[in-house]
C-alpha cells in the first residue's frame, strides 16, 4: 500500500500571502494525485486532480504540480475561505486508494 | 445534477451490525465506468477509503477491514448499502459516500462528488 505523507501537519499564514503544502507518495503515483479541501463540518472538495488540473469551479489562485512521488499543492493570495484542511490522494495504484494525513491551514 | 446522501443509524452498540445507505442522483451506476465508494473520517482525524463498487458489481474492500464489509448496489433505486459488522467505538466517525470520477469515458479513481456525510457513534 502506497503511504501518503504530508507537510506540514499545520501551516500558519497571513491573509493575502502564498501558502505552499506538500505531498509526498512512498512509491511513485505518476501524476494520479488529487488534492481536496475540507472545512469543518462539510464534506471533502475536489480541487486538483491529475496533479495540476483544477476541478470545475476552482479559483485560479489554486494550482498543482509534482509527479511521481513529489507534489505540491500552491495557493497564491490567501482568501479568509481558504483556511481550511487540505488532503491529497492517490489513485495510481487502486485498490485502496491512500490519503495523506492533511494539513491544516490556519490563519497567521 | 450530482447529488450523494447517506443515511443510516447515528448509534449503535458495540458488536452490532452497521448498515448505511448511499442514495444518488444524477448519474446511474449502470454507465460503464461508474463507481461509487465509501470513505470514512473519525473525529478529527484523516479519511480512509473503505469500500467501492462499480457498473458491473465488481467490489473492492479495504485491505484492514475486508472481512466485516459487504458493498452492494440497488441500481433501480440509485442506492449503494455498505454494511459493517461487529463494530467497536474506534468505528466511530462521519462516513461518506462519493462519486468516482470519470473523464473522457474513462474512470479515474479520485472523487468528484462526495455526500454530506452521516457521523456514527459507537458507543453502549
Known amino acids: 500500500e502506497i503511504v501518503m505523507t504530508q507537510s506540514p501537519a499545520t501551516l500558519s499564514v497571513s491573509p493575502g500571502e502564498r501558502a505552499t503544502l506538500s505531498c509526498r507518495a512512498s512509491q511513485s503515483v505518476s501524476s494520479n494525485l488529487a488534492w481536496y479541501q475540507q472545512k469543518p463540518g462539510q464534506a471533502p472538495r475536489l480541487l486538483i486532480y491529475?496533479?495540476?488540473t483544477r476541478a470545475t469551479g476552482i479559483p485560479a489562485r489554486f494550482s498543482g504540480s509534482g509527479s511521481g512521488t513529489e507534489f505540491t499543492l500552491t495557493i497564491s493570495s490567501l482568501q479568509s475561505e481558504d483556511f481550511a484542511v487540505y488532503y491529497c490522494q492517490q489513485y495510481n495504484n487502486w485498490p485502496p486508494c491512500t490519503f495523506g494525513q492533511g494539513t491544516k491551514l490556519e490563519i497567521k | 445534477q450530482v447529488t450523494l446522501r447517506e443515511s443510516g443509524p447515528a448509534l449503535v452498540k458495540p458488536t452490532q451490525t452497521l448498515t448505511l445507505t448511499c442514495t444518488f442522483s444524477g448519474f446511474s451506476l449502470s454507465t460503464s465506468g461508474m463507481c461509487v465508494s465509501w470513505v470514512r473520517q473519525p473525529p478529527g482525524k484523516a479519511l480512509e477509503w473503505l469500500a467501492l463498487?462499480?457498473?458491473?458489481?465488481?467490489?473492492y474492500y479495504s485491505t484492514s477491514l475486508k472481512t466485516r464489509l459487504t458493498i452492494s448496489k440497488d441500481t433501480s433505486k440509485n442506492q449503494v448499502v455498505l454494511t459493517m459488522t461487529n463494530m467497536d467505538p474506534v468505528d466511530t466517525a462521519t462516513y461518506y459516500c462519493a462519486r468516482i470520477a470519470m473523464v473522457r469515458g474513462v474512470t479515474e479513481y479520485y472523487f468528484d462528488y462526495w455526500g454530506q456525510g452521516t457521523l456514527v457513534t459507537v458507543s453502549s
Open positions: 463498487i462499480d457498473w458491473d458489481d465488481d467490489k
Open positions: 491529475g496533479a495540476s
